[in-house]
């Protein structure tokens, strides 16, 4: 397991929102209506939206700033000078979710308001904007950044990018999916359902998969970077799917990381090996190295729920808040 140490500590007294990584550079959105940027040094800076609060936050996939998405239907550019620049604007709308691909030549942003998702280039131009029959509740790009994927009432959609007309793929089951995660290899996908449970389908086929078993609702999903687990939430251990073997129809899954009947809030699993960072309802965070189920155990703590957790794009930090306004940056 790796040796990790503080890089940036701090109380913000707001709520940390999300969190992410672009250019060397962690950003947090906060409660208050401001982003907490802290530099590779480990210095600080908070810059205030001005208009509304961060909803969500993602790297810009052009490595030099972030992309904030607001509760005044604005997705809001942070530039690496700390400028602010309004590159969406949906009327009267939440802007929720956003996640953006690096891509090869073309980088790519997707952002959900309502029953909308806009999908934008690296420039802020809008490529094709996608309507659903009901609010988007999650989105995920696949990893050649060639499909978008939305979580709605009912189902997924999958929408092709490039394609010349936007009909979506649409995979059905019936209830409120409020999260969505895509396999590394595109062949299946996974939504967290509000009675406590998960569903997915293999795209190939689309054959249905349920891993049910929750105490709570599962607000967190995230596949390892192989492809051989999906890590959850919801429980007071990570719970972690085989997606391999057969699995995970028939597979009993692991668990990782538990103690003192401490449920876990967030999954964020590492970019580069299978390593899981698992945020607990107390403010604790452990690091787990799946392949040998060893577990790090409070690499980091804090006070109230961790309500963000991600890596960094190469790996190399893990940042994280909670709901009480602590938050962190890692080596």
Same mark, same amino acid.
């Given at each position: 397991?790796?040796?990790?140490?503080?890089?940036?500590?701090?109380?913000?007294?707001?709520?940390?929102?999300?969190?992410?990584?672009?250019?060397?550079?962690?950003?947090?959105?906060?409660?208050?209506?401001?982003?907490?940027?802290?530099?590779?040094?480990?210095?600080?800076?908070?810059?205030?939206?001005?208009?509304?609060?961060?909803?969500?936050?993602?790297?810009?996939?052009?490595?030099?700033?972030?992309?904030?998405?607001?509760?005044?239907?604005?997705?809001?550019?942070?530039?690496?000078?700390?400028?602010?620049?309004?590159?969406?604007?949906?009327?009267?709308?939440?802007?929720?979710?956003?996640?953006?691909?690096?891509?090869?030549?073309?980088?790519?942003?997707?952002?959900?308001?309502?029953?909308?998702?806009?999908?934008?280039?690296?420039?802020?131009?809008?490529?094709?904007?996608?309507?659903?029959?009901?609010?988007?509740?999650?989105?995920?790009?696949?990893?050649?950044?060639?499909?978008?994927?939305?979580?709605?009432?009912?189902?997924?959609?999958?929408?092709?990018?490039?394609?010349?007309?936007?009909?979506?793929?649409?995979?059905?089951?019936?209830?409120?999916?409020?999260?969505?995660?895509?396999?590394?290899?595109?062949?299946?996908?996974?939504?967290?359902?509000?009675?406590?449970?998960?569903?997915?389908?293999? *795209?190939?086929?689309?054959?249905?998969?349920? #891993?049910?078993?929750?105490? %709570?609702? /599962?607000?967190? =999903? &995230?596949?390892? $970077?192989?492809?051989?687990?999906?890590?959850?939430?919801?429980?007071?251990?990570?719970?972690?799917?085989?997606?391999?073997?057969?699995?995970?129809?028939?597979?009993?899954?692991?668990?990782?990381?538990?103690?003192?009947?401490?449920?876990?809030?967030?999954?964020?699993?590492?970019?580069?090996?299978?390593?899981?960072?698992?945020?607990?309802?107390?403010?604790?965070?452990?690091?787990?190295?799946?392949?040998?189920?060893?577990?790090?155990?409070?690499?980091?703590?804090?006070?109230?729920?961790?309500?963000? *957790?991600?890596?960094?794009?190469?790996?190399? #930090?893990?940042?994280?808040? %909670?709901? /009480?306004?602590? =938050? &962190?940056?890692? $080596?």
């Amino acid at each position: 397991m790796p040796v990790v140490t503080p890089l940036y500590r701090a109380e913000a007294d707001a709520f940390v929102v999300a969190c992410g990584f672009a250019g060397g550079r962690s950003a947090f959105a906060l409660g208050d209506g401001s982003v907490r940027v802290v530099a590779a040094d480990g210095a600080a800076e908070t810059i205030r939206l001005g208009a509304g609060m961060g909803l969500c936050l993602t790297g810009n996939p052009t490595g030099d700033g972030f992309l904030v998405g607001t509760d005044q239907g604005g997705l809001i550019g942070v530039g690496a000078d700390g400028g602010l620049a309004e590159v969406a604007k949906f009327s009267r709308k939440w802007v929720e979710h956003v996640a953006s691909h690096p891509g090869k030549g073309r980088g790519l942003v997707a952002c959900a308001a309502g029953r909308t998702v806009a999908v934008l280039d690296e420039t802020g131009a809008t490529l094709k904007t996608l309507e659903h029959g009901s609010t988007v509740t999650g989105i995920a790009i696949d990893e050649k950044g060639k499909r978008v994927v939305a979580s709605h009432y009912n189902g997924v959609s999958v929408w092709y990018v490039a394609a010349r007309s936007d009909t979506p793929k649409a995979f059905s089951w019936k209830g409120s999916h409020t999260a969505v995660a895509i396999h590394p290899a595109g062949s299946a996908i996974v939504t967290a359902m509000q009675e406590n449970a998960l569903h997915g389908w293999w *795209l190939d086929d689309g054959s249905h998969m349920q #891993m049910s078993g929750y105490p %709570t609702k /599962t607000e967190s =999903l &995230a596949f390892s $970077r192989s492809g051989k687990w999906l890590a959850t939430s919801g429980a007071d251990t990570a719970v972690l799917w085989p997606f391999f073997g057969g699995g995970p129809m028939g597979r009993a899954p692991l668990e990782l990381g538990g103690a003192n009947n401490i449920v876990v809030t967030r999954v964020a699993t590492h970019p580069r090996r299978d390593w899981l960072a698992i945020g607990f309802a107390d403010g604790q965070v452990a690091l787990a190295d799946i392949d040998s189920r060893a577990v790090q155990s409070e690499i980091a703590s804090g006070r109230g729920a961790v309500s963000a *957790l991600t890596f960094s794009q190469d790996g190399t #930090m893990l940042a994280f808040g %909670t709901e /009480t306004g602590e =938050l &962190a940056v890692l $080596r």
